[in-house]
């Protein structure tokens, strides 16, 4: 594990003070903060940074009655529980259950919903300077019944652009929010349909034009040739807009999992791409194969500077961030997974960047990288 001079958690699920909730007034049960985690990261006017952190509010006694409950907003009733009996769903993974009458299928519900919480911290992104709870960004339509996930923000001409996972019955889609000042977003409406997630915006135009990461999720995939090189499974792939809001995917193939040995489950994007005077910069994340979620560790690729298909640089041996237990130490009877680092935004700070991340889906890391790393 690579050590570096400033490696920090700046946001715990204590910070969050819940009666600021946007569940407040809706529901009687308790609830609590499973984690606040996975922010997206830009840099305001004033010079501060904000982190855009993902709240996830989950019951604290999800169980009763014979039945496990999950929270979902509705637009005409406000915040509701539904229960599902105990003996029809699968509830091994924490983060959800699978509703078993509809297998082959997977039909899941969540343990918590999420909202996003704007965060300020100062230009170092070592302290808080202010958390914005009048400014949270909560479901306001019926594709974000089950919450609002896993934002990232780009700074385009001035403007800011954020896009999240919007997540529903409907569909489980990315939607796409403005702000002119970093702090107030509006909704601008779904930019991807249904398992399309982790979307980024690069921080510029190629050519002239947006690009964009994406990460098309699906129940099946199919066998790759046993001599090309690449194993199946999720990919990030490449998308181009004149306009940010109509996407086209580009033909080619971008970042795919490999034959190396590695035991891959999926790959995905992790920070904004920002332009560097050797290309265009992204970290992005791999999931190992390791029990019921897997193991996250965050890698890094240079694209062209012209042509971003073009990857000049890919660095998918040593793990650029690893999950480092020394730094939720205190943190032990919350933690509920185990070796996940889930990176969410990048800043340039001079000789180094700052990194935001997301440590065990619990609560938000910074951590300096030095430039010096990212050579070709």
Not at 137 to 163: H, K, L, N, W
Not at 328 to 334: D, R
Request: one cysteine or more; hydrophobic letters at 40%.
């Amino acid at each position: 594990m690579t050590d570096y001079a400033f490696d920090k958690i700046v946001i715990k699920p204590q910070d969050i003070d819940l009666a600021h909730s946007p569940l407040r007034g809706h529901i009687k049960e308790e609830t609590y903060v499973l984690g606040a985690f996975n922010p997206g990261m830009s840099r305001l006017p004033n010079g501060n940074l904000i982190l855009m952190v993902r709240v996830a509010e989950a019951l604290r006694q999800p169980v009763w009655s014979n039945k496990i409950h999950a929270i979902r907003c509705s637009p005409a009733k406000g915040y509701v529980l539904d229960g599902y009996p105990l003996e029809e769903v699968d509830a091994s993974d924490p983060r959800k259950f699978l509703l078993k009458r509809y297998c082959p299928v997977p039909v899941l519900a969540l343990t918590s919903i999420s909202w996003l919480l704007p965060v300020e911290l100062d230009e170092e992104g070592d302290k808080v300077v202010h958390i914005h709870y009048d400014k949270a960004v909560a479901p306001q339509a019926s594709f974000q019944e089950y919450g609002i996930e896993d934002a990232r923000i780009s700074r385009i001409d001035g403007a800011y652009y954020m896009t999240a996972c919007s997540v529903s019955s409907e569909r489980h889609c990315t939607t796409l929010y403005r702000s002119e000042d970093g702090l107030n977003y509006r909704l601008e409406g779904i930019i991807l349909d249904h398992q399309n997630k982790d979307m980024l915006l690069f921080e510029g135009k190629p050519k002239g034009k947006y690009y964009a990461l994406t990460r098309p999720l699906g129940s099946a995939f199919f066998a790759t040739s046993p001599d090309g090189g690449y194993a199946p499974g999720p990919s990030i792939n490449l998308a181009v807009s004149p306009d940010l809001l109509h996407w086209k995917p580009v033909d080619e193939p971008f970042l795919r999992p490999r034959q190396n040995g590695q035991a891959i489950l999926k790959l995905g994007g992790g920070s904004q791409p920002i332009l560097t005077p050797d290309g265009w910069l992204m970290l992005f994340h791999v999931v190992g194969k390791n029990g019921q979620v897997g193991i996250y560790t965050t890698h890094w690729a240079l694209l062209d500077k012209d042509n971003p298909v073009r990857v000049l640089k890919l660095e998918m041996g040593k793990p650029l961030l690893e999950a480092n237990p020394a730094l939720t130490a205190g943190l032990k009877e919350m933690i509920y997974l185990q070796d996940v680092v889930f990176t969410t935004g990048i800043v340039d700070a001079g000789d180094h960047y700052i990194v935001s991340s997301g440590e065990l889906d619990l609560c938000c890391r910074i951590t300096y990288i030095p430039k010096s790393v990212f050579r070709i």
